[in-house]
């Protein structure tokens, strides 16, 4: 019988970086809860740990099963999605530019705009859907084309082998992609020509809203390196606890994701026809710009969907009589989430940077859980009203 040399998305998820503990054979690799590491013989700390902020058991096996997932060589973790983001930033020098995607997650821009402009690094914000844009944004200390896609809340969707191709035409430009609503299982940037991959670990890849982190996974050795750097330089790390849970989220990754799917399909279709739904932002509909691109570089197309109500007051009344779904920030948990981007996740951009982005106060975003679609459904349906 031939012996099969690539493994399958589940078979990796459950085992990379999951074999069980060496020691005592434990299939749920453990919580190292230790700060420190007794060292026997000066300057040869036991198996290379000597601080928890630098290196972590449990820490470590979660960052070769990201990279795994990914199809990259390492990955590096942190405390939070944007401790990540921050991060990869803090491998530029003064005087740098990034060009960015203009109605990224919120957070994004106020990080870039509010914090790191001071630091001398300079960013501009264009539609990341439309490669000549982006091309004509690049200047001659271009250092990375930060790109999410699909987009944060309108759910827009960039050609990542057309940017990549754009990016690598001059050297010293990177592509860095935020993977965080697709996850590795239905989207895989590398494989498109992508230099790194963040994610928010909170979302999809934990899977249970109990644990927030982050990660960035590296093509490179060098990034690698400088990364681990940063670490242990900054110190925003992800705790043990915080790994193990996603350690234990990513085994159930590609059963959760099928099931967010074909949820999110279904409820995309059922608001596209309601008539009290002005429109609706899901790449799974034929009716997005960018369906068909969409279908080329994803296997799946998720759980995210954005709906225009039509004004504050209609949003709000759904938001107020929803009673499955709940309301809060976030996404990417079990349990159907649903939102409001103008006063939650997009508040820091301010009217006039709403208004930039696309966004309106009648706009709300769901994360459509994996609960009985028709209980969903018929929330939603008693909510419209």
């Known amino acids: 019988m031939a012996i099969r040399t690539k493994q399958g998305f589940s078979t990796i998820a459950i085992h990379a970086g999951q074999e069980p503990e060496p020691l005592t054979g434990a299939v749920s690799f453990p919580i190292f809860a230790t700060s420190t590491y007794v060292q026997e013989e000066l300057g ?32 590096r973790t942190f405390a939070s999605g944007m401790a990540a983001i921050n991060a990869i930033c803090t491998l530029l020098v003064k005087g740098d530019h990034v060009v960015c995607t203009h109605n990224v997650y919120g957070g994004v821009p106020r990080l870039f705009n509010q914090v790191l402009t001071n630091y001398g690094l300079e960013f501009t914000y264009v539609d990341t859907s439309d490669v000549r844009a982006v091309e004509k944004a690049i200047r001659r200390n271009t250092k990375i084309v930060y790109v999410e896609t699909p987009t944060n809340p309108l759910m827009t969707v960039s050609d990542l082998v057309a940017l990549a191709a754009l990016s690598h035409r001059r050297k010293g430009i990177e592509l860095v992609v935020d993977n965080t609503f697709m996850s590795p299982y239905f989207q895989q940037p590398i494989k498109f020509g992508a230099d790194m991959v963040v994610h928010s670990t909170t979302k999809f890849l934990n899977g249970h809203s109990d644990g927030i982190g982050g990660v960035v996974v590296c093509t490179r050795p060098d990034q690698a390196e400088r990364l681990g750097f940063i670490q242990k330089a900054a110190g925003a790390i992800l705790s043990p606890f915080e790994a193990w849970l996603i350690l234990r989220g990513v085994r159930t990754l590609a059963v959760r994701m099928e099931q967010h799917d074909k949820n999110g399909r279904a409820v995309a279709e059922f608001l596209h026809q309601h008539r009290r739904v002005k429109a609706v932002y899901y790449p799974g509909l034929p009716s997005h710009p960018q369906y068909e691109l969409a279908a080329r570089q994803m296997s799946g197309f998720g759980s995210m969907i954005t709906i225009e109500t039509g004004s504050l007051a209609k949003a709000k009344r759904l938001l107020e009589h929803v009673r499955v779904c709940s309301m809060g920030e976030s996404l990417g948990g079990v349990e159907t989430l649903i939102s409001h981007p103008a006063t939650m996740t997009h508040a820091a951009l301010g009217p006039k940077g709403r208004k930039a982005a696309g966004i309106t106060d009648g706009m709300v975003r769901l994360s459509v859980g994996i609960e009985n679609v028709e209980d969903i459904v018929a929330d939603l349906e008693q909510a419209l009203v």
């Open 44 to 75: 040869k700390p036991r198996l290379g740990y000597e601080y928890s902020r630098v290196t972590n058991p449990t820490r470590d096996r979660l960052e070769q099963s990201l990279a795994a997932l990914e199809g990259g060589i390492a990955s």
